[in-house]
């Protein structure tokens, strides 16, 4: 899969993240998920981290080499029994339902609809590149953009349970709101 094609994956899922935090009901933002102690706006949150650390990253290239060729290699290390996945937990939850109470609606939503796909703009325009993972490794871009393509299915999944819909990957019709 090459970078253009991970791209139109994150582009495409962005999009439902965006059609679809369009169109909530104030319910529908308070509805549990299955992650204890989150809703669905505090799930948002979290999510919408990404678009924004994102357009971050699109400004980290490295001549470095890379110390994980493929996104896999990183994603185990953080869920390994002491790694990040795993020691941030409850930091992470924290900060997801701080964000919900900090961000409007529209910022939250405005990540995946502005934010987002001008940073994927700017990945295109970069091409094959290494970037700076945040300081925790050094990635091709591609790599990195699947982790996001990872990020964004995982918790889209989790808003469409907690709302009580059929998972899609295409962008919802916005005059029919499937339940």
């Known amino acids: 899969m090459t970078l253009d ?3 139109a994956a994150l582009d495409e899922l962005w999009s439902v993240w965006a059609a679809i935090g369009a169109n909530l009901t104030d319910a529908e933002w308070h509805c549990d998920t299955r992650l204890d102690g989150w809703d669905v706006r505090a799930l948002w949150a979290h999510a919408a981290g990404w678009p924004f650390g994102f357009s ?3 400004g980290r290239v490295t001549d470095d080499k890379p110390t994980h060729p493929v996104a896999a290699d990183l994603l ?3 869920n390994e029994p002491g790694g990040i996945a795993n020691s941030s937990r409850d930091q992470v939850a924290a900060a997801a339902r701080d964000d919900a109470a900090k961000y409007t609606i ?3 939503v405005g990540q995946f609809a502005g934010t987002g796909p001008e940073a994927i703009t700017a990945a295109r325009y970069l091409g094959p590149v290494t970037v700076d993972y945040f300081g925790r490794a050094v990635l091709p871009l591609a790599e990195a953009v699947s982790i996001g393509v990872v990020e964004a299915t995982v918790h889209l999944l989790d808003v469409q349970r ?3 819909r059929t998972p899609t990957c295409r962008k919802p019709d916005s005059r029919t709101r499937p339940r």
Do not use: N, P
Request: aromatic share 6%.
């Open 5 to 7: 094609d991970r791209l």
């Open 106 to 108: 529209e910022q939250l």
């Open 76 to 78: 185990r290390e953080f």
């Open 162 to 164: 907690a709302l009580g």
């Open 56 to 58: 971050m990253l699109v």
